[in-house]
């Protein structure tokens, strides 16, 4: 009988050392399948502990946290994970030693760690300086609440294209696009986590590569042939696939910012350089600078005064550059010196200067002009200016688009002085008056 009891008496040591928290405390009880949704797309601020059962100071911690929870209830959130039961999730945030601490505030991707200390007034003085900082962020026009985690932009799953067995060699394998593909199981944390950010970034990569790539998401559990096909082993594992070639492990962040930075990487090195476009009518200056956010357009010497070889050197640079920052999908222009005064007028440059180049942003009506040489170093300082939101800028003339003259487009021949008409004045009878005017 004594075994027996004593059978019992262990069984429920370990249970009172394993339940640190219960349903009664004011302590949010953290797992992989709720943590997304209680922690990432809440817009509260949240302090999460990482525990152990069998860690004493755990133990330790246990009634002052509940302390802290009850004082903050309505306030601020206060989590506890078991990290020993769910170990992906404190390797997700880098969790090495029992208890630790993190602060989920204005930017959920990155928490913050608590570095105050165990009573329970201490915890509420930290979450309330931390609760400070994210309002004061909030006031100052910074992000809050969930941050980045939440879809903004107009991210939406509508914008992840859902792959199957039946439809997956057709839409990713035969597409000229570049794609990437989440496999996922939906039981899965990770992927939970991870969900938010791929719709957002799905919709960022369609509209700043205009399609060429695409995100796509696998249900791995349901499609298990195509799953099958790449060896899928874990969740949620991303494949990068371009035409005709194996696919490639994805090894980026798994933020919105990592993965559309990844995507913008893959077009750019997948995407010719955009056309260099001479200005011959209205609707080629139109439709460039208005489906780009910036048109860079050159206006260059008279070919009378470069002749066909000096021409093509400055449009040589202007290519090497269009290469350069194709990721950017500006658009890129040149005209004559002279053939567009309006456009000339409206920058500026005014028939001097040749070379001269600036920068269009058609939606805000502003331009900013080159002020160094027209070379590769002076025309990549002027774009990486602009590129980092810095550089002086202007009111296009009028506030509106110059007005275009439609013009013949430029043969690739040196230029030609117009010929001089032969006047035959030999059968012209003089009258005497001029005679002696001209003697």
Known sequence: MRPLLLGVLGCSLVLSVQALYSSSDDVVELT?????????????????EFYAPWCGHCQSLAPEWKKAATALKGIVKIGAVDADQHKSLGGQYGVRGFPTIKIFGGNKNKPDEYQGGRSSQAI????????RTLVKDRLNGKSGGSGSNKQSGGGSKKDVVELTDDNFDKLVLESDDVWLVEFFAPWCGHCKNLEPEWAAAATDVKEQTKGKVRLGAVDATVHQVVSSRYGIRGFPTIKIFKKGEEPEDYQGGRSRKDIVERALDLFSDNAPPPELLEILSEDVLKKTCEDSQLCIIAVLPHILDTGADGRNGYLEVMMKMAEKYKKKMWGWLWTEAGAQMDLEASLGIGGFGYPAMAAINARKMKFALLR???????IHEFLRELSVGRGSTATLGGGTMPKIHAVEPWDGKDGQLPEEEDYDLSDVDLDDDFQKTEL
């Open 32 to 48: 992989p399948s709720n943590f997304n949704r209680e922690v990432i797309q809440s817009d509260s601020l949240w302090l999460v």
């Open 124 to 131: 509420v003085d930290g979450a309330m300086n931390a609760l």
């Open 372 to 378: 160094g040489s027209f070379s590769d170093t002076g």
